[in-house]
């Protein structure tokens, strides 16, 4: 079994709200990925969690906060978005954070910013 | 500056072609090399990955390696209409498990 799962699909929010994407593996992988991907351009990494700490923020500003609750879970916090941050939002997990492993995305969440 | 560059296309190619995608990288110090397939409006889907130096084949696809001329291939054969998407280059250098992507090529197979 190779599935990431995120919620919600899609999310609507203004720019005074306050909301969180959900990330969930169970394949037992110790690294996890928030990339955030513009139509028609790759997807660019935000932060990366190593066996639950963070390893990489990508100068990500600060209205995107990631958490990682416990080795299968990964949460991005959202607070004073920008109409700019509308994208897909793409969580990826690997089996760990070495140069050697492939990483699986889950379906994304689709963001709008009003 | 660690890059990843692709032939952005389109690419088009008759159904039952070969379809021929090319991918080239900056770092010397790369050690893997991915491809993913993403269809419109969806996430990206790994189809394969590679190591070492030569060919890798699984089913209708071919992934070639060079590392000497830092280049990555990956060959369609047989290509079907629902080849049709955008293929995404990633590289992962020696130092973590960072992935830089290549802006990726939309490849069209006209039935």
């Known amino acids: 079994d190779t599935e990431v799962t995120q919620t919600p699909k899609h999310l609507v929010m203004g720019m005074t709200n306050k909301k969180s994407l959900k990330c969930e593996q169970h394949?037992?992988?110790?690294?996890m990925y928030w990339y955030k991907q513009k139509a028609k351009k790759p997807p660019e990494l935000m932060f990366v969690y190593s066996y639950e700490k963070l390893s990489i923020n990508e100068s990500v500003p600060s209205r995107f906060s990631p958490e990682c609750p416990n080795s299968s879970l990964l949460n991005l916090h959202l607070h004073a978005l920008q109409p700019e941050d509308s994208a897909l939002y793409l969580c990826?997990?690997?089996?760990?954070?070495?140069?050697?492993?492939?990483?699986?995305f889950g379906p994304g969440t689709r963001l709008t910013v009003t | 500056q660690k890059e990843v560059e692709q032939n952005s296309g389109p690419l088009s190619v008759p159904e039952g072609a070969i379809a021929s995608l090319n991918c080239t990288y900056s770092?010397?110090?790369?050690?893997?090399f991915f491809w993913y397939r993403q269809y419109s409006g969806k996430s990206p889907e790994l189809i394969m990955f590679?190591?070492?130096?030569g060919d890798k084949e699984d089913g209708r696809f071919t992934a070639q390696l060079n590392k000497a001329s830092q280049y990555v291939s990956l060959l369609i054969r047989d290509s079907q209409p629902s080849d049709s998407a955008t293929y995404l280059c990633?590289?992962?250098?020696?130092?973590?498990?960072?992935?830089?992507f290549g802006t990726g090529t939309s490849l069209t197979v006209i039935p």
């Open positions: 394949m037992g992988h110790r690294a």
């Open positions: 590679i190591y070492s130096n």
């Open positions: 990633a590289v992962n250098e020696n130092t973590g498990n960072q992935f830089y």
């Open positions: 990826a997990s690997s089996q760990d954070a070495s140069s050697l492993y492939e990483q699986y």
């Open positions: 770092d010397r110090g790369s050690q893997s």
